[in-house]
């Protein structure tokens, strides 16, 4: 089986490996395609996302490296593009949008970052009212394809996190899944598909890849395909339970695409 993964991070946002080890890596495994996806530039300072004067030199490595590659491996330049960024997409191969801020009270709310920030969050923002909180988060993933003009919509349910080490919200709650539903019905009007990533995995916060296996359902029966990526951050996770979960898809009968080109 040829393994693929197009939610790749590198040392020019919050990856702990450069450009080429990641494509070394890539190949070591065996992969046939590898896409690039920096953390796109926020409003705000922060120690993940790439500077915006950075970007030309991101794009340039990378088309060095795909000229050096090109007999070995497909190599694709792309951008994870967060809600709340101002920055051009046009020069890019594709989009990966994502949210990982909640817009609050005059303040941006991390919804990755740690278990005890969401709790915070939760608790001095919303009253303690978890379900208020995801709402706003769908609402907000719901227009990610608008926003962005994404190819792939990045880790949907991203919000559930932490749930399994701090359960902090009720996934089974009425609320909740009318939330996170109404997103989904959303997001299927858009040409953009929806990646099963297990990057959460990966790092040992969640035992099961994004989306939740009732939400991915869902998306299967609309009969839109998905993408398989890993989310990586390092060269030793670059192809964590990519093959696993494409054995798991192929069993359910669900489908998936097997190269970027599919979907450009």
């Known amino acids: ?14 990856g702990k490996n450069t450009c080429e080890e990641m494509v070394l890596s890539a190949i070591d495994k065996n992969m046939s395609e590898i896409g690039f996806s920096v953390h796109s530039p926020l409003p705000f300072d922060t120690d993940w996302a790439i500077k915006e004067e950075e970007l030309p030199k991101y794009k340039q490595e990378l088309l ?22 101002a920055n051009s997409t ?9 949210v990982h801020h909640i817009y609050k009270n005059g303040e941006y ?48 349910d991203l919000v559930t996190k932490f749930n399994e080490r701090m359960p902090l919200i009720e996934t089974n709650n009425k609320r909740y899944q009318k939330a ?22 990966s790092r040992g916060y969640r035992t099961t890849p994004y989306p939740a296996d009732d939400l991915l359902d869902i998306i299967a029966d609309s009969g839109k395909p998905f993408v398989i990526n890993s ?31 599919e979907i450009l």
């Open 90 to 98: 046009d020069d890019f191969d594709y989009v990966i949008g994502s």
């Open 1 to 14: 089986m040829k393994i693929t993964n197009y939610h790749t991070h590198t040392v020019y946002c919050d």
């Open 109 to 156: 709310l991390a919804i990755d970052l740690s278990a005890d920030e969401v709790k915070n969050n939760i608790k001095k923002h919303y009253d303690g009212d978890a379900l208020a909180y995801c709402e706003d988060y769908y609402k907000l993933v719901s227009d990610v394809y608008n926003r962005t003009k994404c190819q792939i919509i990045g880790h949907f």
């Open 231 to 261: 989310d990586s951050h390092s060269v030793d996770s670059i192809d964590f339970g990519i093959a696993k979960m494409a054995r798991e898809l192929d069993m359910c009968g669900y489908k998936y695409i097997k190269s970027l080109d």
């Open 180 to 201: 996170a539903q109404n997103a989904i019905k959303e997001l299927l009007k858009s040409p953009a598909i929806f990646e099963i990533n297990t990057g959460a995995i």
């Open 64 to 85: 060095a490296l795909r000229e050096k590659y090109k007999n070995q491996i497909k190599i694709y330049i792309g951008i994870e593009q967060d809600y709340f960024s």
